[in-house]
């Protein structure tokens, strides 16, 4: 009987026959964009770039979507970021590689609310300034939409769910130590070959680790906790308060779940309560190091407790980031006042700004000029207006409806930890969106999209399992 599945067998054969050529491929793209970072010389990456995509294209979708992968975990380049651009290359390989009804990509329940939402931003281009600029920009929604599609119909088994997991854990390990090493060198601020993407996927691997300390056992949990700790070093070594809060909340939120549910997914409570105290521990073993090893580190969040008055103006905006908000939100303000039913155009804040803002025109230039509002919803309302805004809100409701109905399924070992780390994943960002907008674009949105994906897979998974134990 034929396969409605992405890979039929012969294609399967086909990649475990040909390793070398995987590895080759992804390893070239890897150094690669490793180069391109330093190079910045965009024309040899470029001419290489397409023969390796000519041979990834139509050998197989896996190899693609590999090089994909890649570019989510590697640094931010570009306008709309090289994983986005990159979607339409992945989607021909799709196309190459499905032979089954394209529709079956679509069967996924949240894909209703993000179409609505899509739809919303539309009369928002009505009232722009720069409207040509945000449907270029929109075109980050389309991507997230045809990865979520993609990801939905290809990555079906319990095994390559696990290994996403696994690379994403890995590709951020890897930016930890980085980052680790400059900052304890330097005393400097740095966030790596990322850039501030990285924070938000350090917290989100951080989780990860937890988690599969959790169900590991023997030597894996001494790997585990190990890597969850050099990741964690690293978030705090960024001197990101928002990601700190977000990482905490979702964490503490988690450890309270199962402290209540530890029986449904198969743990121990005292395990968990071992866990909860270990990570406090780890957390003020690791700030007191940093302290000691750059006595500075504190010296920006000292300058935010000061009252303006007492400082210099410079010297405070300078310094704080919360004041710069609050700068860039008076013209996110102005704009809303401006248009609030439509808003000024979905992707256009940052381009638009300077129509909108009251400030002295030296705080605009330094502070707001270029910047997006720095939280989803506040960028949602400005962008969007109060109609995008519903039709946002919307999307969540359903989120969070959908991450309850997950938990709510039936849960072994297996099926527990993918279901923890997919569902507590959607907390975090929930959670994140409270404190940054980067969820709306770039290499976030991508992975946004591959979990999205992977959760209505993992809940297919779970209710076949259901029903083979009921047979």
């Known amino acids: 009987m034929k396969s409605n599945s992405l890979l039929l067998n012969d294609d399967r054969v086909l990649i475990r026959n040909n390793k070398a050529f995987l590895a080759f491929v992804v390893g070239l793209s890897v150094l690669l964009v490793f180069i391109y ?3 910045q010389d965009p024309i040899p990456f470029f001419v290489a770039g397409c023969i390796i995509m000519a041979f990834a294209v139509t050998y197989s979708f896996y190899i693609t ?11 931010a380049m570009l306008f709309l970021h090289a994983s986005v651009l990159f979607t339409p290359i992945l989607f021909i390989s799709f196309l190459f590689s499905y032979q089954g009804n394209i529709r ?23 009232n722009s300034p720069q409207p040509l600029i945000g449907i270029r920009d929109s075109y980050n929604l389309v991507a997230f939409v045809l990865v979520i599609v993609m990801v939905r119909v290809s990555m079906k088994t319990p095994k390559i769910i696990t290994y996403i ?9 890897i930016h930890s130590v980085i980052v680790d090493y400059v900052c304890l060198q330097t005393g400097q601020r740095y966030f790596g070959l990322m850039n501030v993407f990285y924070i938000d996927f350090a917290a989100l691997a951080a989780i990860y680790s937890l988690l599969f300390f959790f169900y590991g056992k023997g030597y894996k949990k001494i790997l585990w906790i190990t890597v969850f700790s050099i990741i964690l070093l690293g978030l705090i070594l960024t001197q990101t308060r928002n990601a700190w809060i977000s990482f905490g909340a979702a964490a503490g939120f988690l450890l309270i779940f199962l402290f209540f549910k530890y029986d449904k997914f198969k743990l121990k409570r005292k395990l968990l ?22 006595p500075n580190f504190g010296r920006r ?19 704080s980031s919360l004041a710069t908000r609050l700068l860039i939100w008076d013209t996110c303000y102005n704009a809303f006042v401006a248009h609030p039913v439509f808003g000024i155009g979905a992707y256009t804040f940052k381009h638009t700004s300077a129509y909108y803002y009251t400030i002295p025109k030296n705080l605009y230039k330094f502070f707001v000029e270029n910047k997006t509002p720095h939280q989803t919803f506040i960028e949602v309302i400005t962008e969007t207006g109060i109609f995008g805004l519903v039709f946002f809100l919307y999307f969540i409701f359903c989120l969070i409806r959908y991450i309850v109905r997950c938990l709510k399924l039936k849960q072994g070992n297996e099926n527990g930890l993918r ?29 946004f999209g591959i979990l999205l994906g992977l959760s209505s897979n993992n809940t297919d998974i779970i209710n076949a399992t259901d029903k083979e134990a009921a047979c």
């Open 273 to 294: 309560i071992s866990t909860f105290l270990s990570f406090v521990l780890v957390a003020i073993v690791s700030l007191f190091i940093v302290l000691y090893l750059n």
């Open 104 to 126: 079956d990509g679509f069967k996924m329940p949240l894909l209703k609310p993000i179409f609505i939402y899509m739809l919303a931003c539309i009369p928002s281009f009505v």
């Open 65 to 75: 979507f590999a090089m994909f992968f890649v570019l989510v975990m590697g640094p």
């Open 419 to 447: 279901t923890l780390l997919i569902t507590w994943s959607f907390v975090y960002i929930i959670i994140s969106m409270l404190m940054t907008e980067a969820w709306l674009y770039g290499q976030l949105l991508m992975w």
């Open 165 to 173: 997991f696994y690379a994403f854990i890995a590709g951020v390990f």
């Open 301 to 319: 969040f000292e300058l935010e407790s000061k009252s303006i008055s007492k400082e210099k103006l410079d010297d405070i905006f300078g310094q």
């Open 37 to 39: 970072s330093y190079v």
